[in-house]
């Protein structure tokens, strides 16, 4: 059974720092891209930032030089670094596994407010 398990999320003032965790189980990690997603009301989800087998990264414009996306093999994983956080960050963000199959999370709210 495959497992991908967020935790991390909460509320922060703007300014503020989270650092979100996935913990995967049932597949075999080092093989998948891993990836961070965020769903705010009324927008489509958004990949925010990936990470392949091999640690190349990417992230959409609006993260780039605040967030950074890091992986533990010897864990299974992924971490999901965020600093100088906006309120336009405030999200529901998801977890994804990116393979033979696709794996999402169930989420965690991250919310920016003062």
């Known amino acids: 059974q495959v497992r991908l398990v967020e935790s991390g999320g909460g509320l922060v003032q703007p300014g503020g720092s989270l650092r979100l965790s996935c913990a995967a189980s049932g597949i075999r990690f080092s093989y998948y891209t891993m990836a961070w997603y965020r769903q705010a009301p009324g927008k489509q989800r958004e990949q925010v930032a990936r990470i392949t087998s091999g640690s190349s990264t990417n992230y959409v414009d609006s993260v780039k030089g605040r967030f950074t996306i890091s992986r533990d093999n010897a864990k299974n994983t992924v971490y999901l670094q965020m600093n100088s956080l906006k309120p336009e960050d405030t999200a529901v963000y998801y977890c994804?596994?990116?393979?033979?199959?696709?794996?999402w999370g169930q989420g965690t709210q991250v919310t920016v407010s003062s």
């Open positions: 994804n596994a990116d393979g033979l199959t696709n794996y």
